[in-house]
C-alpha cells in the first residue's frame, strides 16, 4: 500500500522537497502548489486511491460552500489536535491540508507535525489558488 501511495504522491514529494520561503520556512511544512495537487489528484486512478488524505480545515460553514475534489475529511485548524485522529492516517501517512487562503492550513499543518506525523503539505493559497487556477469545487454552492 506505501508502495503505491508514493508512486501516486511522486508528484508532490518531488515538487515539496527543498521548498520553503517566507512564513513556511519558518514552520518547516512542506508547501505544495495548487497545480501539483491538482497533477496528483489527476494521475491517481480514483479519488478514493489518491495516496494521501485531503483535509479541509476551514469551518463546516465555509466546507459546505464547497470542497476540493478527493477531500477526506473537514475539521476546523482549531479542533486539529483533539481530533487529528478523525483523519484516519498513521504518522507516516502523508497528509495534504488547506483552508481559503493557506494560513490556517498552515497552522494545522504545524500542529499535526508537533503530534508527530512526518509527511504533512499545506496547500499554497489553499482554495482562493484552487479557484483562481480555474479548477472546480466539489458539491456546496459554487
Known sequence: MKLRWLSYLGVLVIAAAGVASGPAAASHVRQLSVQEVKAALDKAPSLREKGFFLVDVRTAEEHDT???????????????????????????????VYCQSGKRSNIAADTLTELGYTNVYNIRGSVNAWLQAGYPLAGGRR
Open 66 to 96: 464547497g470542497a476540493i475534489p478527493g477531500t477526506d475529511v473537514n475539521i476546523e485548524f482549531r479542533e486539529i489536535a483533539k481530533r487529528h485522529k478523525e483523519i484516519g492516517a498513521g504518522l507516516d501517512d502523508h497528509i495534504v
